[in-house]
Nanobody, 119 residues
Framework: QVQPVESGGGLVQAGGSLRLSCAASGRTYVTYGWFRQPPGKEREFVAAIIWNVGNTYYADSVKGRFTISRDTAKNTVYLQMNSLKPEDTAVYSC??????????????WGQGTQVTVSS
């Protein structure tokens, strides 16, 4: 199976923006999700998108600041993160599955990319 591959993490000041990308070469899953694991905490859901219809879902903590989208030509999912806060600091992972539900378990996971927001 093809694992999703993330890119785009880095260091940014509070209030800044970053865009994360998730690509699954040669494979189109039904649902893609972004998750994050802050230092010393458990992994948490951030956002998800149903590929064929474009429906999106967000955690309350990121609504209005983060946007998940997809580029069907590039088979890539993006997470645009604006108005970043220090509490957004985490390892962000892309996940995917063949079921059309944003909740529940995901079957394929990327290795993650570090996002650090300085105050």
């Amino acid at each position: 199976q093809v694992q999703p591959v993330e890119s785009g993490g880095g260091l940014v000041q509070a209030g800044g923006s970053l865009r994360l990308s998730c690509a699954a070469s040669g494979r189109t899953y039904v649902t893609y999700g972004w998750f994050r694991q802050p230092p010393g905490k458990e992994r948490e859901f951030v956002a998800a998108i149903i590929w064929n219809v474009g429906n999106t879902y967000y955690a309350d903590s990121v609504k209005g600041r983060f946007t998940i989208s997809r580029d069907t030509a590039k088979n890539t999912v993006y997470l645009q993160m604006n108005s970043l806060k220090p509490e957004d600091t985490a390892v962000y992972s892309c996940a995917a599955k063949y079921r059309s539900t944003w909740y529940g378990e995901y079957d394929y996971w990327g290795q993650g990319t570090q996002v650090t927001v300085s105050s």
